[in-house]
Nanobody
Framework: VQLVESGGGLVHSGGSLRLACVAA????????MRWYRQAPEKERTFVAR????????DYADSVKGRFTISRDNAKNTLYLQMNNLKPEDTGVYYC???????WGQGTQVTVSS
């Protein structure tokens, strides 16, 4: 199982970023996928979840209305569109497949005030 996140960067408050997670080594379309983030010196926390075909989508309260999770099963890719970013969104963002205890290297998101 391999997960490779990308798309992070440095943006000003109110800016946008689109993260991507390319998956390999397992049947991507048969697994729910999640985004997590880890702020400096804090625990890794849940951000968003999307089931196999998008029939169930959940968000952490802190990102509702600003972030949108999506997936392209044909490309084995999970996305996270992040709008109206805030400094408290700063952290390393990771994707994860339900059923596999594997993490990618993450992608750093830094939001300046």
């Amino acid at each position: 199982v391999q997960l490779v996140e990308s798309g992070g960067g440095l943006v000003h408050s109110g800016g946008s970023l689109r993260l991507a997670c390319v998956a390999a080594g397992f049947p991507f379309s048969e697994h729910a996928m999640r985004w997590y983030r880890q702020a400096p010196e804090k625990e890794r926390t849940f951000v968003a979840r999307m089931c196999m075909y998008g029939e169930i989508i959940d968000y952490a309260d802190s990102v509702k209305g600003r972030f949108t999770i999506s997936r392209d099963n044909a490309k084995n890719t999970l996305y996270l569109q992040m709008n109206n970013l805030k400094p408290e969104d700063t952290g390393v963002y990771y994707c994860k497949a339900d059923g596999y205890p594997v993490w990618g290297q993450g992608t750093q998101v830094t939001v300046s005030s």
